[in-house]
Structure formats: structure tokens, C-alpha cells
């Protein structure tokens, strides 16, 4: 466990609080996952591209979601190719333990857009459809998941662009 997954549960046990999916929602974990600045900063992009690209405010909360835990499983800081399954998994176990409202499709969806970020190539839907087919998400919802997961990881690559 790396040491910021080791301080997620420390948090989480200290907290011991449950959120709705509100507006407080996010500043709350926000505030209790990490004061990390990089959680700030993929956050800050991904709620400006999304603003920028229209997207309903059920899949920004999904995003903003997703932008906070994205990295929670990193191991290594540059060459840890896993940590996009390995974050996918503690935000499903973070979601569901600490989200009263949010549905287990919503938690997939996450999960999706979490691993997806950790892919090499900037668009690679092949790649996408596989994610949806292994979490079994509706084919539905394909075009909300393309666009979250594009979302976060355009956020994520700003983020390493501008600040690394």
C-alpha cells in the first residue's frame, strides 16, 4: 500500500463521515482524501474542460470524482504503469464506503475513467470499449464515459505538462 493510499484510510477512519452527492460533495473530499496540490490541479482542469465542453452536472460530479481519486493507487511517481487499476480499485471501496448516494454503474463509470487515464495513447476507444466490457457498463452510456474519461485525462496531462 503507498503512502498515500496508507493516508486515504487513516483519513477515512478518522472522518468516519458519509457525503451525499452535493454540491459540498466535492469540497469535502476534496479537503479529507489529500492535501496534495495535484488533486487541486486536475480538478481546477477538468471542471474548466468540462464547463468548455458542456457537460451535464451528474457527469461533472462523476468527473470531479474521478479527478480526485485518479492517482490514489500510485506506487512510484513517473513509471507506475498499474496505478490506473490499482486507483480504479480504492476509489470503487472509497466510493462506496464513504458516497451514500451514488449508484454502482456511477462507481464503474469512475473506475473507467480512472484506469483510462494510465493508457499511453492520447484516444484509443478500443481500449475504452474493453474497460466498459470488463466493468459491464451499459454500451449506452459510451458517449458519457468517452467524454469523462477524455476529460481527466487531458486534466491529468495539463497537470504534468504545466507543473512537472
Known sequence: MSFLNKNLQKENNQLNIKVNMNNSAFQKIFDKIS???LYKRVMF?????????????KDLKLLLLASALH??????????????KNS???AK?????NINSISEED??????A????TVKEKINFTELVKLCQKYNVAMSNFERIKMISLILKDADA????RFD
Open 88 to 90: 480504479a480499485e480504492i
Open 71 to 84: 492517482d490514489a493507487g500510485k506506487i512510484r511517481d513517473r513509471k507506475d504503469c498499474e496505478h490506473g
Open 45 to 57: 482542469f477538468s471542471q474548466i474542460i468540462a464547463q468548455n465542453e458542456g457537460i451535464s452536472e
Open 107 to 112: 462507481i464503474k463509470i469512475i473506475q473507467i
Open 93 to 97: 471501496t472509497y466510493l462506496r464506503k
Open 35 to 37: 492535501s496534495e496540490d
Open 158 to 161: 495539463l497537470d504534468r505538462t
Open 114 to 117: 480512472i484506469e483510462y487515464h
